[in-house]
């Protein structure tokens, strides 16, 4: 079984396709919560309200970091989707982190941002433009096929 964790942006489908385009690997996929809201507000709910909002996002960060710490040291790959709405800071520090712990990364993004993120895809193992890409990759990396 192959652990594959999706990190990334949360406003578009790609982990769906993902995980629905290796339906039929032997693939474990885990990522973030992506409620969004309940991924910021996480840590006021579980330890207590805060009325500063820095403390607010401080408590959610950490506690998320838990859960992203732990799916990135026990995947195998670490996928990282970067979107075209926001700048996602937090899928720069996973790629990161992901790369220092020596993982397979898997950086997925538009043609637009290879500059941007040229530090990242230097990184990376490869760098994906689709899902359906990514799906390739891991289908190569379990099975040796190429794409019909």
Sequence with gaps: MLNVYLSGEIHTDWREQIT???SDLPIS???????HGASDDCGVAILGAEENPFWHDHKGAKV?????????????VVV???GEKYKQW?????????AALGKS????H???????????DGAALAVAETP???????RYVLTGKLPA
């Design 29 to 35: 996929f885990d990522g973030p919560v992506t409620d």
């Design 90 to 98: 937090n899928a720069a520090f996973d790629a990161g982190y992901a």
């Design 132 to 138: 359906e890409q990514v799906v390739q990759i891991l």
């Design 105 to 108: 990364l898997i950086v997925l």
């Design 20 to 22: 629905e385009g290796a």
């Design 80 to 82: 990282v989707r970067f």
């Design 64 to 76: 998320n970091a838990i859960r992203t710490r732990m799916g990135i040291e026990q995947a195998d």
């Design 110 to 120: 538009a043609p637009e941002h290879r500059h941007a993120l040229k530090e990242v």
